[in-house]
């Protein structure tokens, strides 16, 4: 630590990666800045799986019934080949992460079709980029096209011709265009035509195959839009449709279907009788019914007025009808209708013990009493007809909106509210070998989960609200919610909240709360009271008066505000740390708004000041760390089909702006970012696809590695640890253990040959096991690796000779000869030493308590000691030794450096950095000293040592011995004397094996022996594998053992004597040389 302190103060020497990437700021800002290596920074996923998340559509395979595809809302496509015992995430390295419907090929099963983007019309919904196809299953993917298509609704392969597939598309949901209406291809995807959908906001949303001619196909078309302001469900371009010739041509199917604005419709083939048709139509206002026809279409009967409710049919309407009873219906909705008569009556499926929102069923043909389905909380299936459900969860694809972190020992938790899952927290880590599993989690509020807030002061307390602004403190010791909205008073307006309110707890005061309607509330006692501290900040507009499908709309029409937020609403909230009451706000309509003064007087400040769209959203706004005048904003516009990154900083209190979008992509969406508390210039972002840091204020950014293509909507820093946490929007929370190195990626450290990071201090204690054999659908999230970790950068090539090689062959042309090394050349190869980097561990003293291996690379990775001295076993002959680790150090301060071992040859790299090991608990009774542990340590390891020395010898000679006999008898000397020794040492060595190991008659059939030297100090090593440290016990045996060796060691050492007696009287009678004897 010395040591980067004088290089700091040396101004000379040092300049910093953000010196040198600002005076490239014109190359910066064109995406050309050099990148660093952010290979050692790698996020986990530490869950949480008891929530799951939304599913799409699910796939079974159609010869084997334990193989299923998953299409997930916004977390890709995972793959169970063990009906969800196991999962695979099998979708992570494509461009995007939403599906909407996944597909087997009938007669080629190993070929899958996934449509990316989800079909529904909710507030928050992901967005795809086309139609992809796996040709083994699953293992890899291509997109095959329609890229514009954002929400792909159902994808339909000929049962006979895999080159034949239709895919319903319903197109973009926040603007006019794209790819939308109903496409086929005869190529397998290599071209597409469309071949049904006309007019700018006409999609197709459901699709059918006739099960005897795949030539009759049924397609539901839908007309919706949506903005930030409102829905519009239905339109002219809404209705049924038939073809005859495999999709070439269609025909409308009109009769018995009323002339209305259509919503959404979700069709049903009955797979027992094709010919008869069911369809669920929305219709007016959310109105609808279920239809049915019983000639393939051609005239429709209403059965009833059922449809979809909740936050509307334009969430659910799948509609299913039975392989095993004929007119027997499932209707989509969030408890699924089941209907026994065609439609014409529906019950409630039986749901108990299951989550709500369905989306997904999936029947078996042998089973009728077999149901699967896909929710909002993940997959359900049934055995017995819905009498009872069993749940998957295992599955982690919680979608949260929101992260924060407390400040609880020894592991902080992390808060989120969810996507229709409530809000929940659960540790950063456990002290359990396994890693974080469902029962660590806990739910904090119901319903819809949204932004959480902890109190820096009182772990206990947290934060968590519903949609629109549903706030409640919750007392973790007790588990209550208490609600503490605040409310409008007597004759103002309706209270306005966003659907994911902003709770800000002040940077300079515990108990004081910020929170926002359309305006801005402030509490000083942690929410049981509250204080307006300003106007309207918002437009304040009247919804149904702005622009939908592209101009203002009759009130005729399919307007459904049910599916909307709240609008004109405050979205962010930030307040500076570096100036009390300098405060910031950000609305869903286009402005942004900060008061210096606690809220006396605000500024307002419209986003065309930054010269974006008038009504852009302000997803996020952040007050710099340090410096009063400077804010970040990230803004989104994706509801009007911009999906441009929009990030801004003002360093002038908003008089002058300017972009820091550069480098984070075309189409990605930023949701927020987060400023480092230490080092100004370090700065994060959530996008819509991953995690970007930035080590120059902005100028130019890096995608983080160890994260999926994926939303993250949210990103915050626990200071105390250091640690990066993020939420994302399908697959729960991630985890950068430890981000600190970063501060200190200066130009200077990083052309440095190596440079050693000093690490966090580490954790001290003894991981436990708390659960058994639980099965392989037991789900468990990756804890922090133990010990202390430590972040390397390298500037040299270590690689092999023959890595090299084969590196330059690989960049040879297609088809090139690739030339003959040289035998001289693969015999260096063969004969090469790899090299290893090595991190010496020594304690205070300066004594080398450890030295641990590890594979140099170019660029940045982590090497971590696990907090244990060398391995005090002995080595065989080969290097095998007989345990793994030795004792836990004490806690205290430790120095580490690095150094390069090639061909024998150590070359010290850098170092030493100073760090510390710290218990993270003290027990309710009081153990050894450190001192008293260390020494007890010593003592153990030196008999140990000297133990094995002399139990070595005894081995060594019992081999020996077991040779004399057939080497004597191959003399021309009289053997009786030299037998006679023989014999005489065999007796002592059997006499010795049974004072070490006991009667070896007792041994054959598992009789107790009186304890030996080595079970004695078996005893006594269990003395250090706790912190509490060695009792009076351990002590006791370790003496004893040390009693037990100390009178072994002389017959050991006249055993030894006899057989090197034997063995010169052999040599002295001419015996042929024996195995191991050595040389003179």
Request: cysteine-free.
């Amino acid at each position: 630590m010395k040591k980067f302190l004088v290089s700091f103060l040396s101004l000379s020497m040092l300049f910093s990666v953000a010196d040198v990437w600002g005076q490239r700021r014109k190359k910066a800002s064109a995406g050309t800045a050099k990148e660093v290596s952010l290979d050692a920074f790698k996020f986990r996923n530490i869950g949480p799986a008891f929530l799951s998340g939304r599913i799409s559509d699910i796939a079974v395979h159609p010869d084997n019934d334990n193989v299923w595809y998953v299409a997930v809302a916004s977390g890709g496509v995972w793959k169970t080949e063990n009906a969800g015992t196991t999962w695979q995430s099998i979708f992570d390295g494509q461009s995007t992460f939403a599906a909407g419907s996944v597909a087997i090929d009938p007669s080629n099963p190993s070929t899958v079709w996934v449509g990316t983007g989800e079909n529904v019309g909710g507030r928050h919904i992901a967005f795809g980029d086309g139609v992809y196809k796996s040709e083994d299953n699953g293992a890899s993917w291509k997109n095959m096209g329609l890229p514009n298509s954002e929400h792909i609704s159902t994808i339909i392969v000929h049962p006979s011709n895999s080159d034949v597939v239709w895919v319903a598309v319903q197109g973009p949901l926040w603007s006019s265009g794209g790819d939308r209406g109903l496409y086929k291809t005869t190529d397998g995807g290599s071209s597409w035509r469309k071949v049904l959908g006309e007019g700018p906001w006409t999609g197709a949303t459901d699709l059918l195959i006739d099960p005897r001619n795949p030539e009759v196909l049924y397609a539901a078309t839908w007309d919706r839009h949506r903005t930030v302001a409102a829905y519009m469900g239905g339109g002219p371009g809404s209705g049924i449709h038939r073809s005859t010739d495999g999709g070439e041509t269609w025909k409308k199917l009109t009769s018995g279907i009323p002339n209305s604005n259509l919503g959404k419709i979700g069709l049903a083939i009955s797979p027992m009788q094709p010919d008869v048709v069911y369809a669920a139509i929305e219709l007016d206002r959310t109105t609808g019914g279920v239809f049915k026809s019983t000639d393939r279409g051609s005239s429709w009967k209403k059965m009833s007025n059922t449809v979809s409710g909740g936050t509307g049919p334009h969430y659910y309407q799948e509609l299913y009808a039975s392989p095993h009873k004929f007119d027997r219906l499932y209707l989509m909705n969030v408890r699924v209708l089941t209907s026994e008569d065609g439609g014409a009556t529906f019950a409630t499926l039986k749901e108990s013990d299951k989550h709500s929102d369905n989306h997904a069923l999936v029947f078996k043909k042998d089973d009728p009493n077999y149901l699967m389905l896909g929710t909002d909380a993940g997959i359900y299936e049934s055995f017995d007809l819905a009498e009872s459900w069993k749940y998957h969860k295992n599955l982690p694809l919680t979608q949260y909106y929101k992260v924060a972190v407390n400040n609880a020992k020894p592991f902080y938790h992390v808060f989120g509210g969810t996507q229709d899952n409530g809000s929940s927290g659960g540790p950063s880590a456990t002290d359990e070998r396994e890693g974080i599993a469902n029962k660590h989690w806990y739910k904090t509020l119901f319903a819809d989960g949204h932004q959480s807030a902890t109190d820096p002061e009182n772990p206990n307390i947290i934060y968590a609200e519903t949609q629109q602004g549903g706030l409640h403190r919750v007392d973790l010791t007790t588990g209550e919610p208490v609600m503490i909205q605040p409310q409008a008073r007597e004759g103002e307006p309706h209270e306005r909240f966003n659907w994911d309110a902003p709770i800000l707890v002040s940077p300079h005061k515990a108990s004081r709360l910020y929170f926002a309607s359309y305006r801005v509330w402030k509490s000083e006692d942690r929410g049981d009271s509250w204080t307006p501290i300003s106007g309207d900040l918002t437009r304040n507009e009247e919804r149904v008066e702005l622009p939908i499908m592209g101009k203002q709309q009759s009130w005729d029409n399919a307007w459904d505000v049910r599916a909307m937020s709240n609008y004109n609403t405050i979205t962010s909230l930030s307040e500076s740390e570096a100036q009390e009451g300098l405060i910031w706000a950000g609305t869903d309509d286009g402005i942004i708004q900060f008061t210096t003064n606690g809220g006396e007087n605000w500024t307002k400040i419209p986003v065309t000041a930054l010269g974006l769209p008038a009504r852009a959203f302000v997803n996020d706004i952040k007050a710099d760390v340090f410096d009063p005048n400077t804010v970040y904003v990230s803004l989104d516009n994706h509801k009007e089909g911009d999906y441009a990154p929009y990030l801004y900083v003002s360093n002038d209190q908003g008089k002058s702006w300017r972009s820091l979008g550069d480098g984070l992509g075309k189409r990605n969406l930023v949701w927020r970012m987060v400023q480092d508390y230490v080092k100004k210039e370090l700065l994060f972002a959530a996008t819509e696809n991953g995690i970007f840091a930035s080590m120059n204020a902005g100028v130019s950014w890096q995608k983080m590695a160890g994260t999926p293509t994926i939303s993250f909507r949210d990103i915050t820093i626990q200071r105390e640890e250091n640690d990066l946490v993020a939420a994302s929007f399908g697959h729960g929370f991630f985890v950068l253990d430890d981000f600190s190195p970063l501060r200190d990626f200066t130009t200077e450290k990083l052309s440095a040959p190596a440079t050693l990071f000093a690490p966090r201090p580490a954790k001290w204690f003894v991981p436990r096991s708390n659960v058994g054999n639980t099965g392989a659908d037991y789900y468990f999230a990756e804890n922090p690796t133990f010990g202390a970790v430590f972040t390397v950068h390298m500037t040299g090539d270590y690689k092999s000779l023959k890595a090299k090689r084969q590196a330059a062959e690989k960049k040879l042309a297609a088809n090139a000869n690739v030339p003959f090394p040289g035998w001289d050349a693969l015999d260096a190869e063969a004969s090469e030493s790899a090299a290893k980097l090595l991190l010496m561990i020594k304690d205070s003293d300066g004594n080398l308590i450890r030295t641990v291996t590890a594979k140099p690379k170019k660029g940045s990775q982590r090497v971590a000691w696990d907090l244990r001295h060398a391995n005090p076993y002995p080595v065989r002959n080969g290097g095998r030794g007989w345990r793994s680790g030795g004792p836990m150090a004490t806690p205290g301060t430790y120095m580490a450096s690095i150094a390069l071992e090639k061909e024998g040859v150590i070359t010290p790299l850098d170092g030493p950095v100073s760090f510390e090991v710290n218990p993270i608990r003290e027990g309710v009774l009081q153990g050894v000293s450190y001192a008293e542990f260390n020494s007890y340590f010593e003592s153990v390891k030196a008999l140990l040592q000297e133990g094995a020395a002399y139990e070595d010898a005894l081995e060594m000679n019992e081999k020996k011995l077991a040779s004399f006999e057939t080497a004597l008898y191959r003399t021309n000397v009289d053997p009786s004397d030299i037998l006679s020794q023989i014999a005489s040492a065999k007796d002592a060595a059997r006499n010795l094996r049974k004072q070490l190991e006991g009667s070896p008659s007792k041994n054959v059939i598992g009789e107790r022996n009186p304890a030996s030297w080595g079970d004695h100090l078996g005893v006594a090593m269990r003395g250090m594998g706790t912190t509490y440290g060695p009792t009076p016990l351990h002590k006791q045996s370790l003496s004893i053992a040390r009693s037990m060796l100390d009178k072994m060691k002389g017959d050991i050492k006249a055993f030894a004597q006899q057989a090197s007696d034997i063995e010169a009287a052999l040599k002295a009678a001419g015996a042929p040389y024996i195995m191991g004897q050595g040389i003179d």
